[in-house]
């Protein structure tokens, strides 16, 4: 170990001023002596100990430096791996430390931990040194390699059954085998039938690995497998007992011998190892093998089954046992075979000893329920096992107890408990076993052993168990199930705080799929029942926040109630605290429900009403119906009311909460709707109160639609005829053939009468014919028979077969119910009538307007198809590069006519088909669907306002009023705008685009007010006052005022100008505002005191503190000179005079109380200075300062100059730049 002096303050001083004073005072007569006294050279600097070996051997030179040092070797690894030129990658000499390279080693370094440094050789070679631990320079290497080195492939051949030992145990050798080579190297799979090895690297690694490969390959070739076929009952001879032969065998000759166990019925012994190993071990088994077939003997004796586990003893022991002392093997039929015969083979004179081996073991057995233990064995055996027996019997019956306490088996698994913690404390604190027997015992018994003291005490401590457990009860809690979640909670949270506040009560949930209310408690009983009432309290509060109503609410106007992004809806949520539910948009729903308090749902449920009866003509009536009617009118599953709903055009019909005793019933919808559903639900009403009948029949659902009739004509009959309501089943219901009928019981009776004789007629299948015209059958089977579809539904699925294409027979065959028959055919002459009738007219509307007509998706057009029962086809579009026509001239050998200029283009006209006055009707409604196009006038300043930031303002006015609205180019400097829409749409356009010019022309002319500017005039000194602190002041007159003040720029000229811009009235008040502020400055005046500096920190504070209070407190402003003034005392005062007064006195005072404290401080610091006077008077008195001297040093014996204490070369100061020297040692390296 190296010595480390450890010098004090005062050694120090003297190493570096030399003697102290006092001993250069005394200089003179013992100079001499005291030149003794100086240290040598060596005993100052003591030299490094030399490796040359000492005359009494391992003795160390004694000296300073020889304590031995233990080698610490470093973690830190560094290696320089070279790139030749040729072999780089990356070849762009200009971009070295900025490129790719360099990217990638950034990476490298990210990715192994390594550090990497990069270097270029003058061949233009890549030198990389990596540092870092061992494993994350091996891994930076291979990156390395594989990165900034082209990569070369090669192939090496080596037998297929070498290829697992390239690979190693895990791949672990193949991953070696590619970091030491810095290569990849590719086996193929064992399926592959190719022994070619593929490698992939630089050319240097590819040669490691190759040579590798082939090293492990050579390796094996030397050794060998040898498959030697043994008779299984000479195995044991082989293996010898314990397998301490095969082991000595394994030993001696270095193969490796693997015999199958005697579970495997296998007779094949397997060596591997070198050629010459292997030959000797398979000699040696074989010699065994040869010398037990010919001199051992077998005999057979009966041994009961039941005896052979204990011959065989634990994991085969015993015969092991008999196998060392005997050298004989004995072999145990199969645990699955009948036999007893068990055989002993081995020498002839060792069988007798083997057999009385055999039959040597004593076999105790336990009985299970009685107090009896049996021994079998010799007679000899069995007595001495019997006597020790019996020793341990007494001893334990002398020192150990038991007893047996009874607890109802419901009780066991809480006196387990949790993880069997509870049994487990209390087999350790009172040091017993005990036994409490198992669920499918279904026994009381639970029995305790152990020291009779600790018995008793567990014995004590279960019985006290039991019996609080007998005292708790358990209560069963009805909550509902959609509850259950809530309280528990995400992860269990919830009710893991109700856990924690009730320790003792345990809280069981039902499991989900049970769909059961019932939640247990069970613990103690106060407990019990504060847990009980704290998670009623909590039910609740969910039950409170869980009021549900639903809303109907029409489908287009779902999107106005979400509002842009969510806002419209996500407002109503957070001001009412509720949930809201809509329907998904491809839903028929209309129901919107919201979930949370009562009157938190019934506000969010009025303003959703109020949303949309301001967008549409809805109107809410209130009728009074007795309430105890109300279910009566909603029907089974509100089947009644529906139909009601849907008769009348979806209106919504809200019946108050049942149970509430409310009469008030709300019809909401278009106002004619509502008042119709108003009398149908009065006139029903009417009728339940006087006399309620229902009565419901059977009818196959394809029949459905015939009943009701087209447009709901049949059944309106029916129902007007008997004065009852009919009520078809809705795609929802479950029996889709219930028909009702409602009403009075005569009226149900005819109506029911009426009903089942139409039912029975359909029953009545019946086939007839009709003549259609064969240019008619095209129009019934086209669109894969979309009529005939159409036909079979509306007419209770009546089948119509037309005759096959090319026969030209007029026969057309209808089959089904006789009613329905009837009602097809006259359905199809109406339509054969109408194709007759059919006429095509022609509807000139310029292309460009086509695709408006059609509207989104065709929209507009199939609704006017369908309004009308025409045919509309539109023509192809004009292709704009198709060449013109040639007006004269031959075509194809053909004169053509000349066009008529007046003639509508072809892409121009549309084709209606059908009757005359319908095709008509059609043309008129496809004309008014044509875009017409208005201008309006429109100041040219305001088009950029109208357009609106990145196109919103114009884009919002295009989606409100449906039209096109176009803005003219800036360059044209036009005041026109064209609005383009449809007719009825225009005026609202141009309506809403006027307002919108008022609105602009408002705000410009507010601007123009606004524009106001006056300019005053003020002294540049006062501008930091009127800006005030951070700005304050002058935020202030500007909020205030809501005006403009801009003060001049640096290179402004006229520095004294402030402009103000804002309405005039403003204007004129901030400037009034800021020169009366201008008016106080001039009123203020400037004196200067003086204060000594030593003070001034203080009177400042920290940070300012001290000084800003006295400027607040006196409304004064106080400037203290900078560093380097002229009169450091001087500080100036400046306010109004008599405030400048009141400061200087109060800072006067400061001056005088905190001077005592400087004066005080200083003389303090006078008496803590050294008695001889500073340092510089006591260097005085040293003298000149030698330095560190030595006696024989190097440089007095030599030629050599000493070094220079005060060179900074000699002796450099630690950070100082030291200027190079040449050395024997060639140039310094730092």
Excluded at 150 to 159: C, D, H, K, L, M
Excluded at 372 to 398: C, N, Y
Excluded at 475 to 491: N, T, V, Y
Excluded at 989 to 1018: C, H, M, N, P, Y
Aim: charged fraction near 30%; aromatic fraction near 4%; hydrophobic fraction near 35%.
């Amino acid at each position: 170990m190296s010595s480390v002096a450890v010098l004090t303050q005062e050694s120090f001083n003297e190493h570096r001023s030399g003697l102290l004073p006092e001993q250069t005072a005394g200089a003179g007569p013992n100079a001499g002596e005291e030149e003794d006294a100086l240290p040598t050279y060596k005993e100052a600097f003591p030299p490094l100990p030399e490796k040359a070996a000492s005359p009494e051997g391992t003795q160390e030179t004694a000296n300073a430096w020889t304590s031995k040092i233990r080698p610490l070797k470093s973690s830190i690894i560094t290696q320089v791996f070279h790139v030749p030129l040729e072999e780089r990658k990356y070849k762009d000499i200009n971009q070295f430390g900025e490129g790719d390279q360099a990217k990638v080693c950034v990476d490298i370094m990210h990715k192994t931990g390594a550090h990497l440094e990069l270097s270029l050789a003058k061949d233009q070679g890549l030198s990389i040194m990596v540092s870092g631990k061992l494993d994350a320079v091996m891994k930076a290497r291979k990156e390395i390699v594989s990165r900034l080195q082209t990569q070369a492939s090669a192939t090496v051949g080596i037998p297929k059954e070498h290829h697992r030992f390239v690979i190693g145990k895990n791949g672990e050798k193949l991953q070696e085998l590619e970091l030491k080579t810095a290569t990849k190297i590719q086996i193929p799979r064992p399926d592959d039938p190719s022994n070619q090895i593929k490698i992939s690297g630089t050319k240097e690694g590819l040669e490691k690995a190759k040579h590798e490969i082939l090293l492990i390959s050579a390796e094996q070739d030397k050794r060998a497998v040898e498959r030697v076929n043994i008779d299984k009952v000479y195995h044991p001879f082989i293996t010898g007992a314990y397998n301490k032969l095969v082991g000595e065998m394994t030993q001696e000759t270095g193969a490796r011998i693997n015999v199958p166990p005697p579970s495997v019925n296998k007779t094949e012994i397997v060596i591997t190892g070198e050629k010459e190993q292997v030959a000797l071990a398979v000699a040696m088994i074989k010699k065994i093998y040869e010398d037990k077939k010919k001199n051992a003997t077998t005999i057979a004796v009966e041994v009961k089954k039941s005896q052979h586990k204990y011959v065989i003893g634990p994991k085969g022991n015993t015969l092991q046992e008999i196998l060392d002392r005997t050298g004989v093997s004995v072999e145990i039929p199969p645990s699955d075979s009948s036999s007893e015969t068990v055989i002993l083979r081995g020498e002839p004179d060792r069988l007798g000893q083997a057999l009385t081996e055999v039959y040597a073991k004593v076999h105790i057995e336990f009985t299970e329920g009685e107090d009896k233990i049996t021994l079998e064995g010799p007679t000899k055996d069995v007595q001495m096992v019997q006597s020790q027996i019996e020793a341990i019997v007494t001893d334990l019956v002398s020192r150990m107890d038991y007893a047996e306490i009874s607890v109802d088996p419901k009780f066991h698994r809480h006196l387990i408990g949790k993880g069997g913690v509870n049994i487990n404390r209390i087999k350790e604190l009172h040091k017993v076993t005990v036994r409490i027997p198992p669920d499918n015992e279904k026994s009381n018994l639970i029995r305790i052993e152990g020291d009779p003291q600790g018995v008793q005490e567990a014995k004590k401590e279960l019985l006290e168990l039991a019996s609080r457990m007998e005292n708790e009860r358990t209560k069963d809690l009805i909550i509902e199930q959609r509850f259950h979640r809530a309280i528990i909670g995400q992860k269990g949270e919830k009710i893991k705080e109700v856990r924690d506040k009730f320790p003792e009560v345990i809280i069981n949930f039902p499991d989900p799929a049970q769909k059961s209310d019932i939640v247990q408690l069970r613990g103690p009983r106060n407990e019990v029942e504060k847990c009980s009432k704290f998670m009623q309290k909590i039910v609740a509060e969910m039950v409170e926040n869980s009021f549900s109503v639903s809303v109907p609410i029409f489908k287009q106007f779902h999107r106005n109630i979400i509002g842009k992004g969510g806002s419209n809806i996500k407002k109503i949520r957070e001001e009412t605290n509720t949930k809201i539910d809509l329907p998904a948009e491809n839903s028929n729903s209309e129901m919107i429900v919201i979930t949370g308090k009562k009157a938190n749902c019934e506000a969010a449920r009025n303003r959703i009403l109020a949303i949309q009866k301001e967008l549409a003509n809805i109107t809410e009536i209130d009728v009074s119906i007795p309430s105890k009617l109300h279910n009566s009118l909603i029907g089974s599953k509100g089947r009644l009311v529906r139909s009601i709903m849907e008769e009348c055009g979806g209106v919504h019909i809200h019946f108050p909460t049942e149970g509430s005793g409310i009469d008030k019933v709300t019809i909401r919808g278009p106002v004619e709707e509502v008042e119709k559903a108003k009398q149908q639900l009065l006139a029903l009403a009417e009728e339940k109160q006087t006399k309620s009948h229902t009565a419901e029949l059977h009818a196959k659902p394809e029949y459905h639609k015939f009943l009701i009739g087209k447009g709901g004509g049949n059944i309106r009959k029916v129902r007007d005829s008997t004065g009852a309501r009919i009520i078809f089943p809705t795609p929802e219901d479950k029996d889709q053939e219930l028909i009702t009928v409602v009403g009075t019981e005569e009226a149900v009776r005819e109506a029911q009468k009426e009903l089942e004789e139409l039912i029975k007629s359909l029953d009545n299948v019946v086939e007839d014919t009709m003549i259609v015209d064969p240019k008619h059958h095209r129009y019934f089977v086209a669109r894969r028979g979309q009529v005939l579809r159409d036909l079979a539904d509306e007419y209770g699925g009546v089948m119509v077969s037309f005759p096959r294409t090319g026969s030209q027979s007029e026969k057309v065959t209808l089959k089904g119910a006789k009613e329905c028959v009837e009602a097809a055919k006259k359905r199809m002459q109406e339509i054969v009538e109408d194709l007759e009738a059919q006429v095509t007219i022609e509807c000139v509307i310029p292309q460009k307007f086509h695709r408006s007509i059609m509207g989104p998706k065709g929209s507009r057009i199939q609704q006017i198809t369908r309004d009308h029962n025409v045919q509309i086809k539109f023509p192809e579009r004009e292709d704009p590069q198709e060449a013109p026509i040639q007006e004269n001239g031959e075509a194809n050998g053909e004169v053509k006519e000349p066009v008529d200029p007046n003639a509508p283009k072809k892409c121009d006209v549309i084709v209606i088909s059908g009757r005359k006055e319908r095709c008509e009707a059609a043309e008129e409604a496809l004309k008014a669907l044509v875009p017409v196009t208005i201008e309006v006038e429109v100041p040219f300043e305001l088009h950029r306002y109208i357009i609106g930031q990145k196109g919103s303002g114009i884009r919002k006015m295009m989606d409100e009023f449906e039209v096109n609205i176009q803005v003219p180019a800036p360059e044209q400097q036009s005041d026109k705008i064209s609005i383009t829409g449809l007719a009825n749409h225009l005026d609202r356009a141009k309506e809403g685009l006027l307002e919108r010019v008022k609105e602009l022309q408002a705000e410009q002319e507010d601007r123009a007010l606004r524009s106001f500017k006056l300019t005053i005039t003020v002294d540049p000194k006062y501008h930091p006052k009127i800006i005030g602190r951070k700005g304050a002041i002058i935020t202030n007159i500007r909020t205030e005022h809501d005006v403009n003040i801009q003060f001049p720029e640096k290179t402004d000229e006229n520095q004294d100008q402030i402009t103000i811009t804002g309405y005039e009235h403003k204007a004129i008040a901030a400037r009034d505002a800021i020169q009366a502020i201008v008016n106080e400055l001039e009123e203020m005046i400037s004196e200067n005191i003086t204060l000594d500096s030593r003070v001034h920190a203080r009177i400042i504070g920290a940070r300012g503190k001290g000084i800003r209070k006295i400027m607040d407190e006196f409304k004064v402003d106080l400037r203290f000179p900078q560093s380097g003034a002229a009169d450091p005392n001087l500080v100036t005062v400046i306010g109004r005079p008599e405030l400048v007064d009141e400061a200087i006195d109060h800072l006067l005072n400061l001056e005088e109380e905190y001077m005592v404290d400087v004066v005080e401080n200083e003389a303090k610091m006078a008496y803590m200075r050294p008695p001889g006077g500073s340092a510089a008077a006591m260097d005085e008195q040293r003298g000149p300062s030698k330095g560190f001297v030595v006696r024989e040093a190097p440089w007095t014996t030599t030629n050599e100059k000493a070094p220079d204490m005060s060179s900074s070369e000699d002796f450099p100061s630690f950070g100082a730049p030291v200027a190079t020297k040449t050395s024997p040692w060639g140039p310094k390296r730092f």
